[in-house]
T-cell receptor, first 115, second 109 residues
């Protein structure tokens, strides 16, 4: 198992450009999450998904969009990049069922700089 | 969503036990207590979790009070590599996986 894979690892964007951060997991997890982490701060939940076709907003969704067309993939879209979106982005997945679940597994992160 | 409260920081001597407290007074019956840690800018690493019983694994022990309103993560023999931010989180099927500010543990030689 590769676990949770994020691409790219690093990216520099110009203001107003758009990009998609890719996230894929091979553990058949139903839940997937996107976080951002600014320097010296904790993780903030951007969006999450409880299964294919279902997404919901987290704490800081403005400026981002997501989709979940398959169980494995949960891409994060930035439409008009702004300097405030400079951050490290983490994707995670977990399985949660009626009788219990697994811990969340995290990707290695994408370091995004908007200039 | 249930919230957790942790002190901002603590330190301990290398080789001694580190006891990290967490309050989660609004935890729901179906929510688990999870602990993660984050070293530098790496992705958070799972440590341990529990529902109501105490749990132990090769990394740590988790002590949950009988009323489930608080818990303590115990690192039995802290090393310098355990210096990190530790997050206590409660979540389950109907809650979001959100992180608070965590507690910064500094292990001193």
């Amino acid at each position: 198992n590769a676990g949770v894979t994020q691409t790219p690892k690093f990216r520099i964007l110009k203001i107003g450009q758009s990009m998609t951060l890719q996230c894929t997991q091979d553990m058949n997890h139903n839940y997937m999450y996107w976080y951002r982490q600014d320097p010296g701060m904790g993780l903030k939940l951007i969006y999450y998904s409880v299964g294919a076709g279902i997404t919901d907003k987290g704490e800081v969704p403005n400026g981002y969009n997501v989709s979940r067309s398959t169980t494995e993939d949960f891409p994060l879209r930035l439409e008009l990049a702004a300097p405030s979106q400079t951050s490290v982005y983490f994707c995670a997945s977990s399985f949660i069922g009626r009788t219990g679940g697994t811990e969340a597994f995290f990707g290695q992160g994408t370091r995004l700089t908007v200039v | 969503d249930a919230k957790t409260t942790q002190p901002p920081s603590m330190d301990c001597a290398e080789g001694r036990a580190a006891n990290l407290p967490c309050n989660h007074s609004t935890i729901s019956g179906n929510e688990y207590v999870y602990w993660y840690r984050q070293i530098h800018s790496q992705g958070p690493q799972y440590i341990i979790h529990g529902l109501k019983n105490n749990e132990t694994n090769e990394m740590a022990s988790l002590i949950i009070t009988e009323d489930r309103k608080s818990s303590t993560l115990i690192l039995p023999h802290a090393t310098l590599r355990d210096t990190a931010v530790y997050y206590c989180i409660v979540y389950g099927a109907n809650s979001k996986l959100t992180f608070g500010k965590g507690i910064t543990l500094s292990v001193r030689p």
